[in-house]
């Protein structure tokens, strides 16, 4: 049962240009809420990582260039929804991801401590950056909690992450979701945003393993 429900949820994901313009249509005015909660649960929690982010901004944008949407309100809504979940991320990780810690042995402290020190240094890079690759913008912002990293420096970055994210992808999609090479590879182009940052991220992180590693 959770690997066909899986099956659908990517299915839904790569092919979301086919799937979305029924769904606006059947539901009018109330997709917007829908797009919130998709958009607020896949960067507020850290079990939902999976669900649809840059795929579902860019397919939202291209349907707001046709008519069906209108794009303010999509950047309203995509914004507040960003914004609120990593918000809430972050207080997930601040009051649970020590608990985690403290309680499983699977966990070391040192973990938590590394967290500190490296979203002390660099966490506002991070906070903004990781909206930008997916999975990896639905951790950051717990284990910046987790690691205790000032919420009134993470908030900055929080919101201004939030609206370069949503803005860049739902501009994306409402300027070129029309070019005719890019209307008729359509879901090659979302497999492409969903692969490429994926495959880059974790590239970057063997690098970085490597030469730990070696050093």
């Known amino acids: 049962m959770k690997v066909d429900a899986l099956s659908d949820i ?13 769904l606006v249509q059947t539901y009018g005015f109330w997709v917007y ?15 939902t990582p999976f669900l649809p982010g840059d795929s579902l901004l860019f397919v939202a944008g291209w349907l707001a260039s046709l008519g069906s949407l209108d794009i303010w ?23 649970f991801g020590p608990r985690i810690f403290n309680r499983n042995r699977f966990f ?24 930008f690759i997916p999975f990896i913008r639905t951790f950051v ?24 994210w949503v803005g860049t992808f739902l ?7 029309n070019i005719p090479i890019v209307k008729d590879n359509l879901s090659l182009i979302i497999i492409a945003i969903v692969v490429v940052p ?4 974790i590239a970057k992180y063997l690098t970085i393993k490597k030469k730990k590693i070696n050093s």
């Not at 914004?83 to 990780?93: A, K, Q, S």
Request: avoid cysteine.
């Open 171 to 177: 501009s994306a999609g409402y300027f070129f979701g």
């Open 108 to 131: 070391r402290k040192e973990y938590l401590d590394d967290a500190h020190v490296f979203f002390e240094k660099h966490g506002g890079k991070s906070v903004v950056l990781a909206r």
């Open 141 to 164: 912002p717990f284990t910046a909690g987790m690691g205790s990293m000032n919420y009134s420096r993470f908030i900055i970055y929080n919101i201004f992450g939030g609206i370069l």
């Open 33 to 47: 809420l829908i797009f919130f909660v998709v958009i607020f649960s896949e960067t507020g929690f850290v079990i």
């Open 73 to 95: 309100m999509l950047i309203i809504v995509f914004s507040l929804a960003a914004i609120l979940g990593d918000t809430v991320n972050y207080f997930l990780g601040k009051y």
């Open 10 to 22: 990517l299915n839904f994901i790569l092919h979301m240009d086919q799937y979305l313009g029924p």
């Open 198 to 201: 994926v495959i880059t991220a």
